[in-house]
């Protein structure tokens, strides 16, 4: 008898195990490992650049791929009338071409990108053609329409919710005990949820990534562009496919299941259980930060343990509450479960923090690290409420009259909190993890013999900076160099360097690279420009890295 149940056991694991080994899988060889959120290295032409003639194309690149949405790219005259474009990203650039020649003066692009991990950028710059207009329009750079983000948590709050419990109710009724009548009702109905936050979630993360409007949300076609377009169905709509698939299994043979058991149906229903978990990790973090094989298996069994250990609660909690004679056995079970679900949730999440956060000061610095304390506090208070049950109240089962009541009450309190957490959750999978949208420009002027270097640097922090910067004459006008300027990069303290980033002319006198300051401090970046035969300065500009 143990032994025939040990070898269902063993295949339920292993058929739940195979599907979320499968969807990592299948996520490892189609994630490309990025370093973060992306950034902006620099644009052609750059920030504030006067160009005696109207450019055919704009770029701007980036520092890992990018895709533009529809209007992601609108260029404005001085007055704030948009000028007619048409905006393609070619991996980690996007160039931007015109239909017609621009006239003189200023113009500002307006810009909003969606990087590798499904978060949305904006920002703008601004070039002149002849000279700069004596008055420019004050335009906002593009934003997230109200609502949008918060539609976006929402969907993914029922998603996470409906989901953990569905599948963990789901373990819960092959490992631990028979779930009660309620306990099938609330399997069902979560599961129900999860599916319908699913497909709620694609159009509402096509409108936030995109910067429309809560409106349009209803027309047929942004429902049909946010699932698929140009060809490929979009990471969002391929994950609610699979949840779908995954919970109907679930839901369907654990229900069969409940009148006629056997090790199909299990294998079935853990299986679908493990494939829907999976669907979750398809979006978001996990995606762009490597080790992929290592960030997504943790991803994917962070995952698995939450659901696990939600599911157990409520289904213990309704177990106790009907009072039924194997309360007692189901309370030892889960309690010889729990302690490694609490170690695998626990292993797990200190290694995405630690792959995902660049550093320590990101978990003040970040919404995403804010979020993610907060996380950690209630899971624990969890803890220590799971600790007193399992020290304190389970040896205690069966020989007290009011045993069960007190763990109930207690169990009732952690499923409570872990609902908490898993909606804190759905808001920290939408932050960025990176501190680095928060970077600002530095801005420079330094004497370059008798003409003067005007720069700029950003984000200024540790990593990928754009360096952007133009010679210009004692009347201020842009001057060429005779050849190449020379780049080189010091830290004097510890003495790091010298680099020698290459330099690549964007205009008439106007100069990029791209510098990788891999610490924070003071570097110091020493441009060397010939601007004559015999004429040769070399100018310094001191910048201050942050982390």
């Not at 789901?170 to 306990?183: E, I, N, P, Q, S």
């Not at 169990?411 to 804190?424: D, H």
Request: glycine share 10%.
């Amino acid at each position: 008898m143990m032994q025939s149940r040990s070898r269902a056991v063993s295949g339920v694991v292993k058929a739940a195990a195979g599907a979320l080994l499968l969807t990592v899988a299948a996520l490892f060889f189609a994630a490309t490992p990025a370093a973060a959120h992306a950034v902006l290295l620099g644009t052609d032409p750059g920030d504030g650049a006067v160009l005696d003639s109207p450019p055919d194309t704009i770029t701007l690149t980036f520092n890992e791929n990018v895709a533009v949405p529809p209007n992601g790219v609108t260029v404005l005259d001085a007055t704030g009338d948009a000028v007619r474009s048409n905006a393609m990203s070619i991996d980690a650039s996007v160039a931007v071409t015109f239909e017609g020649a621009l006239s003189d003066g200023t113009y500002i692009a307006n810009w909003r990108v969606i990087s590798a991990d499904s978060h949305p950028i904006s920002g703008a710059f601004t070039f002149s053609v002849g000279a700069p207009s004596d008055t420019v329009a004050d335009v906002a750079p593009p934003s997230a329409a109200p609502g949008t983000e918060a539609l976006t948590v929402g969907t993914q709050a029922v998603v996470y919710l409906g989901g953990l419990t569905a599948a963990g109710l789901v373990f819960f009724h092959f490992f631990v005990t028979a779930l009660t009548r309620g306990g099938m009702r609330i399997m069902r109905w979560s599961a129900v949820a999860a599916v319908c936050g699913m497909i709620a979630y694609v159009p509402a993360a096509y409108v936030w990534q995109n910067g429309l409007g809560l409106t349009s949300v209803f027309p047929w076609e942004a429902v049909r562009d946010s699932f698929y377009a140009a060809g490929s169905f979009s990471a969002a709509s391929i994950a609610a496919m699979l949840g779908i698939l995954g919970f109907a299994g679930a839901v369907t043979a654990t229900s069969v299941a409940a009148r006629s058991p056997g090790r199909v149906l299990a294998a079935i229903a853990c299986g679908g259980a493990g494939l829907a978990l999976g669907s979750l990790v398809l979006t978001g973090h996990t995606r762009t930060f490597g080790p992929p094989v290592v960030l997504l298996t943790s991803d994917a069994v962070h995952v698995t343990a939450a659901s696990l250990w939600l599911g157990g609660l409520i289904g213990l909690a309704l177990v106790l509450r009907a009072g039924e004679r194997g309360a007692a056995t189901a309370v030892v079970r889960f309690s010889s479960i729990a302690a490694a679900v609490l170690a695998a949730s626990a292993i797990t999440g200190v290694v995405m923090a630690w792959l995902i956060l660049d550093s320590l000061q990101a978990l003040t610095g970040t919404r995403y690290g804010v979020t993610l304390m907060v996380k950690v506090g209630a899971v624990a208070l969890v803890v220590v409420l799971a600790a007193w049950n399992r020290w304190k109240l389970v040896p205690t089962v069966g020989s007290r009259p009011d045993s069960l009541l007190r763990l109930r009450r207690i169990v009732g309190a952690e499923a409570v909190l872990l609902i908490v957490v898993a909606s804190i959750t759905a808001f920290l999978v939408s932050q960025s993890p990176t501190a680095v949208p928060r970077g600002h420009t530095g801005q420079y002027s330094v004497s370059l013999g008798e003409a003067t270097l005007d720069a700029h640097v950003s984000p200024l922090r540790v990593g990928i900076n754009a360096f952007e910067f133009t010679l210009r004459d004692e009347d201020g006008q842009p001057i060429d160099a005779v050849s190449e300027p020379d780049l080189r990069v010091f830290m004097p303290d510890p003495g790091i360097g010298p680099l020698s980033p290459s330099v690549t002319q964007t205009g008439p006198g106007q100069y990029e690279a791209v510098l990788d300051l891999p610490f924070p401090g003071e570097w110091e970046v020493t441009v060397s420009a010939r601007l004559s035969r015999f004429d040769n300065p070399v100018a310094t500009v001191t910048v201050e890295v942050a982390e």
